[in-house]
């Protein structure tokens, strides 16, 4: 059964803190693995990954796939209130996207 | 520019009704999604279309959904007599590419339909 879990559930840290979130996935055909956030409307697209130990960076987050131990990360540096929010992760394997719940960060002043 | 657009945003219905749900993907994106997500989870999928045709509906819960996209364009997903456990947020999102082809997806704003 395909399934993407992610870790923590939740997490809640100070402004300025350096957070790592967590994706593994266990898909068939796997094509490509993408993280988004979603505040209080729609998901907003972040990166999308295909290739192993290949970083993607956007300012202060960056996200790197390894695809044979099945799991990525995202790394959120000197982290503001603004970041706050549910960070979704999901495996695409050609004809489906597989979401998991999520990571609900809480950035505090 | 404009995004991924759904409506209506948010939809109460009694039980036995039926609801049509709308979706207008971003011009010139060739497949739409379409997905359910309950409170504090993540969407889960429905079906997808690239252009009109429908390439996987096996999300669909029951044979009460059912979707389509004939002009390969507009979308609209309908649900036939509707129950209480169809309450969910219903998005849509669409992408460049065909689906399977792992590209990003830009989700609509969600319909809130509420069944009582």
């Known amino acids: 059964e395909d399934k993407v879990v992610q870790s923590p559930l939740s997490l809640v840290v100070h402004e300025g803190d350096t957070v790592t979130l967590n994706c593994s996935y266990e898909v068939t055909n796997f094509r490509s693995l993408l993280w988004y956030k979603q505040e209080k409307k729609a998901p907003t697209f972040l990166f999308m990954l295909?290739?192993?130990?290949i970083e993607k960076k956007s300012g202060r987050l960056s996200s790197i796939l390894d695809k044979k131990e099945l799991f990525s990360i995202l790394n959120i540096t000197a982290t503001q209130t603004g970041d706050s929010a549910i960070y979704l992760c999901?495996?695409?394997?050609?004809?489906?996207?597989?979401f998991g719940t999520g990571t609900s960060l809480t950035v505090i002043p | 520019g404009a995004g991924v657009s759904q409506s209506p945003r948010y939809k109460v219905t009694k039980r036995g009704q039926d609801v049509a749900l709308r979706c207008d993907p971003i011009s010139g994106h060739v497949s739409l999604y379409w997905y359910r997500q309950a409170l504090g989870q993540g969407p889960e999928f429905l079906t997808y279309f690239n252009y009109e045709a429908q390439q996987d509906k096996s999300g669909l819960p029951n044979d009460r959904f059912s979707a389509e996209r004939p002009e390969g364009s507009i979308s609209t997903l309908t649900i036939q007599r509707t129950e209480q456990r169809d309450s969910a947020m219903y998005r849509c999102?669409?992408?460049?590419?065909?689906?399977?082809?792992?590209?990003?997806?830009?989700f609509g704003p969600g319909t809130r339909l509420t069944v009582t």
């Open positions: 999901a495996g695409n394997t050609g004809n489906q996207f597989y």
């Open positions: 295909t290739s192993s130990g």
């Open positions: 999102a669409s992408s460049l590419a065909l689906g399977g082809s792992g590209y990003e997806q830009y």
